[in-house]
């Protein structure tokens, strides 16, 4: 089966590198925190390349497997076992981007370290559409089809989530919903059991999904958030975009709030060389999915942007805190400012069938309601045939005004 996707970017994405190092596993690279340079990167930052989308693509399908009880090879060094249902999945898949319509956005702007070490920088990456073509086995390309629909609500693709790239709309399949797509695919029948070995790997059950909503009361809103201020005219050309960067002032509230001790504070935020370490927590950059032409408009109309938050193999009392914290709309307010109201939902994918269902078109379409995403009206159909799973379809939600 041939299928050509659509995609529309959110947020930039950035694809300049794939390959595994000793420093950064291939499953996880889609969270790495690192700042390479063209030189350095393993590829060319001119295009979207198909290979780095599957390669992030494959850390969310791995999860999803665990989520499932399903043995998925982590490959460390990078090198695959070939034999588990991950490895057959995306051995019978071709990716390529048939249509590439982005353009780079203004690289090298960038906010110096202040309160709390956090800083932000623009480093190369693309905005704008393309079409990606998936070939190969139905039920593999359906699989991946299915994976993109989910991701286009909770997660992104691509490398650098942690700084808030990736995040991206999907508009249309072969010219068509994406729904008949998804309904080819199968998936494996979960184990009667959890393991509990599978909680120190990426696991969906583990992972918190989290959308703020951001009503501007002013123009300008953006420039309330800490880092941005200094720099704000700067990035106006992305705020024309319908995007602006507020990860870094949601990363600095969100340490401000958890107090973690330095070794739980690096096992949460990821690390740099010479320790590196893996991000658990990827906040996308603040969004508008229609931004009016008028560049004096942009702030009428509700922002939003989504985080994702796995603590599986955290001890106790960080989990405790860095959950608790990444679902409360005070933290969101503090981080945006008080030029803004800001309303908060949450969702978890807390078992197998919840997860299956979300990979089935629905179990989190309360998160897109507002979004008005592509895939959601596409599986809208599916979602209703099916048993939702009510703690992953009813959001927790909340609402802080902020004057």
Known sequence: MDIEIDIRTRTPIWTACARPSTFYPYGHWPMWVGYPIAATAGGPFDRIRPDVLLTSMRWWFDAAMRALDQRV?????GVRCGTCIACHTFAQVAADVTVDATEPIPAGIMMAKR???WSWNTPPARVGAFRLRLSGDDVAVARLAALLALL?????????LPEGYGAYAIEKCNGSPLDAVIAMASWPQPAAHRRVAADVLPDLRDIIITQCVIRPHVPGWWTSCDPIIPVAL??????QRGMTPITSAVHAALERRTKLR???MRAVFGAQLPNALPARVAVTWAFQDNPPDDPAAPWREPWRTHAVVWTGGLPATARKRVESAIVDPELWATAIGDTADVEVRVARLKD???VIEALRGGAVHGMA???GSAAERCSADASAGGGACDAAQQFQRSARRCR
């Open 262 to 264: 330095r070794p739980q």
């Open 234 to 239: 700067r990035i106006q050309p992305l705020v």
């Open 352 to 354: 197998a069938d919840c």
């Open 152 to 160: 286009e609500r909770i997660g992104g693709i691509g490398m650098r």
């Open 115 to 117: 309160e709390w070490g």
């Open 73 to 77: 090879c982590d490959a460390p060094d």
């Open 369 to 371: 309601d507002d979004a």
